[in-house]
């Protein structure tokens, strides 16, 4: 690919030259890190490395919700997530609606004092 000149020198950039051959974006990278970072880069959608996660707001490899599991815990915690597959009570026979840990708030409440 032939760089016009004035502008960029990074494949499919475009943007006007800043200083060095690079645009202000990717000259700062080059100034910071001796190289070109697209990963790094805003702007663009990145999928969470957690099993299952469509999230993509992603700060590294993991969404703000499975960062904040490894910083708490040390690791990624999937049976503490919210089930959003229950809609209703797991209690046998009970058909209320789902509140917190596959329970109603009926039954969730009675757990919670027994536990007590």
């Given at each position: 690919?032939?760089?016009?000149?004035?502008?960029?020198?990074?494949?499919?950039?475009?943007?006007?030259?800043?200083?060095?051959?690079?645009?202000?974006?990717?000259?700062?990278?080059?100034?910071?890190?001796?190289?070109?970072?697209?990963?790094?880069?805003?702007?663009?959608?990145?999928?969470?490395?957690?099993?299952?996660?469509t999230r993509t707001d992603c700060?590294?490899?993991?969404?703000?919700?499975?960062?904040?599991?490894?910083?708490?815990h040390g690791r990624l915690t999937?049976?503490?997530?919210?089930?959003?597959?229950?809609?209703?009570?797991?209690?046998?026979?009970?058909?209320?609606?789902?509140?917190?840990?596959?329970?109603?708030?009926?039954?969730?409440?009675?757990?919670?004092?027994?536990?007590?």
């Amino acid at each position: 690919m032939k760089v016009k000149h004035g502008e960029c020198k990074v494949p499919g950039c475009g943007k006007a030259h800043y200083s060095r051959g690079y645009c202000k974006r990717h000259y700062t990278q080059v100034s910071r890190h001796d190289r070109t970072t697209p990963e790094r880069e805003r702007g663009k959608a990145r999928l969470c490395k957690a099993p299952g996660c469509t999230r993509t707001d992603c700060n590294g490899d993991y969404c703000r919700k499975h960062a904040r599991q490894i910083k708490v815990h040390g690791r990624l915690t999937p049976e503490r997530e919210h089930q959003h597959h229950a809609p209703i009570c797991s209690y046998p026979g009970c058909k209320n609606p789902h509140r917190a840990k596959g329970l109603c708030s009926k039954h969730y409440g009675r757990e919670h004092r027994l536990k007590s």
